[in-house]
């Protein structure tokens, strides 16, 4: 079944358009300038009657929305007073008012509706970032995943250069140590999708009277601001310099596990040794015939990033390329253990790519920019015959019809709900919550 994308601010929006609860003019409005923290105006309000608005509830969404109970409207210049004052000033940010029910009221009703499908309208998820380790057989099954149909492993079992710069000669020398230089980093970006890295081969050399015993490492960080975050995603094992002379050689630093990179990304190799001294030391080449387009360099000194932009590193990112098949029903299980574990009895590779497969539950809207996982037109029919059903017996009734707008709601759900039901691959096997 198909699903249109929708928000949780829309949803709300078009559950209480339906129960007659949303002003103004059927739209959300922006608060005009001068709106503070214990009054908002808005001129197009001004349509409305004196204290029309008294004793509703009105939304300010800002990032962390904050409701208020208005106490009085004037609409001569379309301004509302409410209690207590908000944290953030009104501004001129987007708000909405509601009568019959308060935005909490609406958004549990809507997270309720999708935990009342959530043993059935499963989701598909599929998880590659486990790997086969040496003697060892039960592995911590990915979060979110509720039940496993298939787990495969890559036959493959290889890696292939997915990323490249530079010649196999460099055009200069950019040594650690020269200048306080104690790291130098190479900007790459991710392409369309998520790359699983085992290495990074740089093109390095020594100086002719390079003899001190070293090590070197690369870590890939994160960006900030076109530069490196500090923040390691992975960190390689590390090389000995006595691996280098003074002939430009491919270094080859692999990770201890695959690291995941995100798609459309940008990342940075940051290269250092352990020598601490402000002497010349590893070279990392650079190939300045041409650039690298969109990328870019960068040297650390004194705790500080700069931003080469007219030089880039020579550098190669190793990644899987997997090609997947199927471990085999009878080889896995997964163990009634605390801590969810697959149990993986089959002789596979060390090292090799783990892929599984499954489903997982709906997750319900914690954000305004939300979207809903399953149906919008069930979750909203039955949002709103729970709203509808919590009024039917309230004595302060406002008079409209809620046991008919219930009826009417609810068999419309019990409709939409059994198309909703997921259907299931074979040899599925579920996994006992915590």
């Known amino acids: 079944m198909a699903i249109i994308t929708r928000t949780r601010q829309q949803m709300r929006h078009d559950v209480s358009r339906k129960l007659a609860d949303f002003e103004p003019h059927g739209t959300t409005g922006v608060a005009d300038t001068g709106s503070t923290v214990s009054f908002m105006k808005d001129t197009m309000?001004?349509?409305?009657?004196?204290?029309?608005?008294?004793?509703?509830?009105?939304?300010?969404?800002?990032?962390?929305?904050?409701?208020?109970?208005?106490?009085?409207?004037?609409?001569?210049?379309?301004?509302?007073?409410?209690?207590?004052?908000?944290?953030?000033?009104?501004?001129t940010t987007s708000y909405e008012f509601h009568q019959k029910f308060t935005k909490l009221e609406y958004d549990e009703a809507l997270n309720d509706a999708i935990r009342s499908v959530s043993d059935a309208a499963l989701l598909d998820k599929v998880d590659d970032t486990l790997a086969i380790r040496k003697n060892l057989q039960a592995y911590n099954i990915p979060s979110d995943f509720v039940s496993i149909y298939d787990v495969q492993y890559d036959v493959r079992n290889s890696q292939t250069i997915v990323k490249r710069f530079g010649a196999d000669q460099a055009d200069r020398d950019a040594s650690l140590g020269t200048s306080s230089i104690s790291k130098r980093s190479q900007s790459f970006s991710v392409d369309t999708s998520d790359l699983f890295v085992r290495g990074v081969a740089l093109l390095l050399r020594t100086p002719g009277s390079y003899s001190a015993a070293r090590t070197m490492t690369v870590k890939i960080e994160g960006d900030s601001s076109d530069l490196p975050d500090g923040t390691a995603v992975g960190t390689s094992n590390t090389v000995a310099s006595s691996a280098l002379d003074e002939v430009w050689r491919w270094v080859l630093f692999t990770f201890p596990q695959?690291?995941?990179l995100a798609k459309s990304t940008r990342y940075h190799i940051v290269f250092y040794d352990d020598i601490t001294t402000d002497d010349v030391r590893v070279s990392w080449a650079i190939d300045a015939d041409a650039g690298y387009a969109g990328e870019w360099a960068a040297t650390y000194t004194t705790a500080t990033w700069t931003q080469v932009t007219t030089q880039d590193h020579c550098f190669a990112v190793y990644a899987d390329d997997p090609e997947w098949e199927s471990v085999g029903p009878k080889y896995w299980e997964v163990v009634p253990a605390s801590t969810r574990q697959l149990y993986v009895n089959r002789s596979l590779p060390d090292g090799c790519a783990l892929r599984v497969l499954g489903y997982q539950a709906p997750s319900v809207m914690s954000a305004e920019t939300d979207n809903c996982a399953?149906?919008?037109?069930?979750?909203?029919a039955k949002a709103i015959s729970s709203l509808c059903a919590s009024r039917i017996e309230r004595r302060d009734n406002d008079g409209y019809d809620y046991a008919l707008q219930y009826k009417i709601w609810y068999d419309r759900s019990e409709i939409l709900r059994d198309k909703l039901r997921t259907r299931l691959k074979a040899n599925v096997r579920t996994i006992e919550p915590q």
């Open 374 to 380: 399953v149906s919008p037109e069930y979750v909203e």
């Open 45 to 91: 309000l001004s349509t409305f009657p004196n204290d029309h608005f008294n004793g509703w509830e009105l939304t300010a969404l800002h990032s962390t929305p904050e409701s208020r109970i208005c106490t009085d409207f004037t609409k001569s210049s379309g301004s509302v007073d409410f209690a207590p004052n908000m944290a953030v000033g009104i501004g």
């Open 258 to 260: 695959r690291i995941r």
